[in-house]
């Protein structure tokens, strides 16, 4: 027999604690911290190793008020009853009606002025009395009496299953008013006489009612349909550990079930006896410290989380204050992003990642004349090209370069040479208990296991690895370095020219794209996508100086400068035969001369309309042309 559903249903933070059954959780006889609370779920058997409290699993169902704890007991031969718990329709030879009729006028005939407040709420709910003064609740199903509950007594017909009372009652409440959830059946009486909405289980604190299948079985899942439509829940269960343990789990139930409730446990005043509930209260301080716990209440903390959704309410929204977090590095890296760095191979990416991060990491005010906000972040750089060797090479350089190395060792790397597993899990397990800043991965392509990333698939299979990441390890941004398609130049620095744009681009939340131009050691940078940001369109120029990139300003003219080589020895060289101004008809004219092929004038249409894209000459009017910026040869 699996004596595990007993246990689940009454223990908290379970775990395997070796082979053959074994487990851990934290005991529900006491203040438990660490688990203490031994069980085995084949054999049913539990001890607690803190308050040294021992028993079955019958005397556990027991004393937490389980429906029929009998079903636990082993027979002579060790064997045991079977323990799946079955919901019949009641086909008992006992005259319902009769007995309640007789507890409704025991009732009647009770005389005490609490109970004379109290006999009219308790006549509506069905509560009455035994021939020895005795509560008595009634079940109800489809307008009928099937069962009784008496008061720490036991049922009739036993082996009733545990569900919500009174269930006959609880559809006329209403959705806009409080829900109060009490430990215990008679807690239920003074609520409803102060007209206040209340329901409770009939299983006991550390209890909850099961849904019921089309077979007539009692599930391993909650029964919390009732609470949908009930937003303002308080569960107000005795002054005990049970009672408090109790309703902090049905209390955390609810609140992942129905993520917007709002869910409130009554706290009681800490002076007051040991297993105080609400009839105590009315009956003995006239509900002064039921409204005090009340008032007391400590709200359950909103799981906000719903799959990978994070939840909020306008009234969240509304008590929180807006954290503007200043970017990182101004233009280049904002907080709480993830960010792409993009370019063509020889562009410099490396280098101008891990400049930055040097920057960053020392302290510095700026990185390529832009504001640093955030200094002496704690990053991790992850080399997946370069090696050990290379990589330590260009740190030195770089280092050597920086005019003030303060040595703050803000920066740890990981170095792995070339295409191999995913680096991700690995990453995971180093920054876990670490409290890294900001990531840097450079480079992509070798972190995907050779995956064609224009597939959205597969491109989903690292950008989520790094998301979880980001978000797991609290850290502040990640950066990561990744290619351009081939070809393209003349398109400029444009999101479309990175591999994998398409899929990867509705990923990122920040891109800075970066070339080479056709002019010795010179790149051009701009931002790309930039997400509540603001925007800049602007060009900037930079020059490749080892190991250092330096910010020559903006490039207002860049079009020129993104030419390929070949169509610039073409450009000077035709340019160089023409006055200026000079024709259409003067350029067909040079074109005729000086090419050794024929060249139609549709190619020779394209090559004026490149030229003049490039800036290099100007459309003054239909036909007539002038030379603008000048071609400067490689080294110039």
Not at 296 to 322: H, L, P, Q
Not at 489 to 507: S, V
């Amino acid at each position: 027999m699996d004596y595990l559903p007993l246990f689940q249903s009454v223990l908290h933070n379970i775990k395997r604690a070796g082979s053959q059954g074994q487990y851990i959780a934290l005991c529900p006889y006491h203040k438990d911290k660490n688990p203490s609370f031994s069980f085995n779920a084949i054999v049913g058997v539990w001890n607690c190793k803190s308050c040294g409290k021992k028993g079955n699993a019958y005397q556990i169902a027991k004393d937490f008020n389980m429906d029929n704890p009998t079903q636990y007991i082993s027979d002579s031969n060790g064997t045991y009853i079977e323990a799946t718990p079955k919901h019949t329709p009641p086909t008992y030879d006992i005259d319902f009606e009769k007995l309640y009729s007789q507890y409704i006028d025991n009732l009647k005939k009770q005389d005490t002025p609490l109970l004379n407040d109290f006999k009219k709420v308790m006549m509506d709910l069905g509560i009455g009395f035994d021939d020895t003064g005795n509560l008595v609740y009634s079940m109800w199903r489809d307008g009928k009496v099937y069962g009784f509950k008496y008061h720490k007594k036991g049922w009739k017909p036993t082996g009733l299953h545990n569900h919500w009372y009174p269930s006959h009652r609880i559809s006329s409440y209403r959705h806009d008013k409080t829900l109060y959830i009490c430990e215990g059946e008679k807690d239920i009486i003074p609520l409803r006489y102060v007209d206040l909405q209340a329901i409770t289980n009939t299983g006991g604190a550390l209890s909850i009612p099961k849904i019921i299948d089309e077979n007539n079985e009692v599930t391993n899942q909650s029964d919390l349909g009732y609470f949908k439509d009930k937003e303002d829940i308080v569960l107000t269960y005795d002054n005990d550990d049970a009672g408090y343990g109790g309703a902090e789990k049905l209390g955390k139930e609810i609140r992942d079930t129905y993520p917007l409730h709002s869910i409130k446990i009554a706290q009681w005043d800490k002076n007051l006896p040991k297993g105080w509930d609400i009839y105590d209260s009315f009956e003995k301080d006239n509900a002064v410290s039921f409204y005090k716990a009340i008032a007391n209440a400590k709200t359950i903390d909103k799981n906000r989380k719903i799959g990978g959704f994070e939840v909020f309410t306008e009234a969240d929204f509304n008590a929180m204050e807006v954290v503007d977090m200043p970017m990182i590095v101004d233009n280049f890296l904002p907080s709480d992003s993830l960010v792409v760095l993009a370019g063509e191979t020889g562009a410099n990416k490396s280098f101008f990642a891990m400049q930055m991060a040097m920057a960053i990491a020392n302290g510095d005010d700026s990185f390529l004349s832009f504001k640093i906000n955030q200094k002496e972040l704690k990053i991790l750089y992850v080399d997946t090209e370069l090696g050990s060797r290379k990589l330590h090479k260009r740190y030195k350089k770089i280092q050597e370069a920086f005019p003030k190395w303060n040595n703050n060792e803000k920066i740890t790397w990981f170095s792995k040479k070339g295409v191999g597993e995913a680096p991700y899990e690995d990453i995971d397990k180093f920054l876990e208990g670490k409290e890294f800043d900001l990531v840097i991965i450079d480079c992509l392509y070798n972190t995907k296991n050779n995956a064609d990333i224009s597939k959205g698939h597969n491109v989903s299979k690292f950008t989520d690895k790094i998301t979880i990441l980001k978000d797991k390890h609290n850290l502040n941004s990640v950066l990561c370095v990744h290619h351009f398609n081939k070809g393209g130049k003349k398109e400029g620095l444009i999101l479309d020219r990175m591999n994998g744009a398409n899929n990867l681009g509705n990923w990122l939340e920040h891109s800075v794209l970066i070339c080479k131009t056709n002019l010795l050691g010179k790149r051009l940078i701009k931002t790309d996508k930039m997400r509540d940001d603001g925007e800049n369109n602007c060009h900037y120029l930079l020059n490749f100086n080892y190991p250092l990139l330096e910010n020559e300003g903006i490039a207002e003219e860049w079009k020129h400068l993104v030419v390929e080589d070949s169509d610039m020895i073409k450009w000077s060289s035709l340019l160089g035969q023409l006055d200026n101004p000079f024709t259409t008809k003067d350029f067909y004219g040079v074109v005729d001369r000086y090419t050794k092929v024929e060249i139609t004038d549709r190619s020779k249409r394209d090559w004026l309309k490149n030229m003049n894209n490039a800036n290099v000459i100007n459309h003054i009017k239909q036909g007539h042309w002038e030379k603008n910026l000048p071609i400067l040869k490689k080294g110039e």
